[in-house]
């Protein structure tokens, strides 16, 4: 396999399972250097565990997104372990359907804060250097971020935010030498997808209208997309959204 990240190192957030984990594993094949960051201490045990079958470099840390001062903590920590970030991937988030009535304050307050805040908190505190190694963010959104969902008002919201923040930040940096881009997926056969539950009285037919005809994607097939956006072979894209998506918002 082609080596497009050599000596390079990339942040990949939620690499506990799922995207987060394939990516960090796809990376780490390709040469890369990954600090892995996640809640689960097993699942980025197990991440680890790919990545040194296969002779990669991984260091794990353990780290809740949705506090600001642990996103500082991450990127310090990060930059003390390996000396540099060269790649931020912003992979964390979680989804559970819910009915307008449910969601609580709370809810509404974690919701945007694991699948928003962290990725904003990430990304202010590692732009810095990310912009000394001529480096690069790639913000993974959702289907959710270009559309509507039902059940899904803090979810959506959050990735449409993804979008607005990976466009803001790209413009405001246009003279840096860092490039910021997003990768929308949709339905992905991950443990958070089989976690998204059904409201109580919910309308599956509603639920319906979110899936693609041709199905889910892997965990893989998404963090391939991922490697090509934080790889040099893209370095002429900055501030797109690739929707990843089977096809379901043609």
Known sequence: MVKRFENKVALVTGASSGIGSATAVRI????????????DEKGLAATAAA????????????????????????????????????????????????????????????????NLGGCFFLSQAAIPELIKNNGNIVNIGSLASVEGQPYSATYCSAKHGIIGLTKSLALEF???????????????????????????NGDIDLIMTTAARRGVSEPEDIASVIAFIASDDAKAIHGAVYMADLGKTI
């Open 51 to 114: 990545i040194n079958e296969k002779g990669g470099s991984i260091a794990t840390f353990r780290c809740d997104i949705t506090v600001p001062e642990a996103c500082r903590d991450a990127v310090a920590e990060c930059i003390s372990h390996y000396g540099r970030i060269d790649i931020l991937i912003n992979c964390a988030g979680g989804h559970i359907f819910r009915a307008l009535h449910e969601i609580t304050e709370a809810t509404w307050l974690g919701d945007i804060a694991t």
């Open 28 to 39: 780490a094949s390709e040469g890369g250097l990954i600090f892995g960051l996640g809640r």
């Open 174 to 200: 246009i003279n840096e030498s860092i490039r910021i881009n997003a990768v929308c997926p949709g339905g992905t056969n991950t443990p958070q997808f089989e976690k998204v539950g059904m409201p109580d």
